[in-house]
């Protein structure tokens, strides 16, 4: 099996030597947790250490945002903008009113579609996922739709995150507890308290065709992005 190296620090090791190529990955986390910083350092290091052209639809994200994260961790992204191995777009919510529910998914396929051929891409990040199942506010439908962007991402040959958000509910790992059954793989971040403060952690909940460890694992930022830590929380 092909692997896909993300370029984080230690979550390549936990995972075989990275995302099985191609699959589709959610991020799930609670607010704070790194999910973004995540995806964007996975595209930022595809492009810049790989050469693999990286398309980021964000459906929140503002482009401030993007400017932090240069600032915050010495990226550059005009660089390989300017070489065709980065692409940003913003997807609105609001615009999802224009679209019928049952053909909401062959629109953003056909966005993503023009955009990964005329560029090629090879590592998609769709931060987040959780505003377009807000708006469906039907569990199967929102399932459907999850499973025909997944597969039709995989037949360009994409490896893809879909950033989600966690639940304040305990136990609970996705928004609407379909997410984590349509796509390969699932990263679940959160916090854990260690004496008077909160630990960022990873676990991987899931992987296909990968020896996964029963695991959680602490995180942290450094001036590259997030790593993770080499033993278990």
Request: hydrophobic fraction near 40%.
């Amino acid at each position: 099996m092909n692997r896909v190296k993300t370029g984080i620090p230690g979550l390549d090791e936990l995972l075989g030597g990275g995302f099985p190529d191609p699959s589709t990955i959610l991020i799930t986390g609670p607010t704070g947790s790194g999910k973004s910083v995540l995806g964007v350092q996975y595209l930022y290091n595809g492009a810049k250490d790989y050469k693999e052209p990286g398309f980021m639809i964000s459906t929140e994200d503002y482009v401030t945002d993007f400017q932090w994260h240069q600032e915050a961790f010495n990226w550059n992204f005009k660089a390989l903008q300017d070489q065709g191995l980065l692409v940003f777009s913003r997807y609105d919510p609001v615009d999802f009113e224009k679209f019928n529910v049952r053909t909401l998914y062959a629109d953003i396929v056909l966005q993503l579609t023009k955009v990964i051929d005329s560029v090629k891409v090879k590592r998609v990040v769709f931060d987040n996922i959780t505003p377009i199942g807000q708006y469906i506010n039907d569990r199967s439908t929102f399932r459907t739709i999850l499973y025909y962007i997944s597969k039709a991402l995989k037949e360009k040959g994409c490896t893809t995150i879909f950033v989600s958000e966690k639940p304040s509910t305990p136990g609970a790992i996705t928004q609407f507890d379909v997410e984590q059954y349509v796509v390969d793989g699932v990263l679940d971040l959160s916090f854990a308290q260690k004496e008077d403060a909160l630990v960022q952690t990873l676990t991987v909940r899931k992987m296909i065709a990968t020896n996964i460890p029963q695991a959680r694992y602490a995180m942290d930022f450094f001036e590259g992005g997030i790593r993770i830590a080499s033993s278990y929380y």
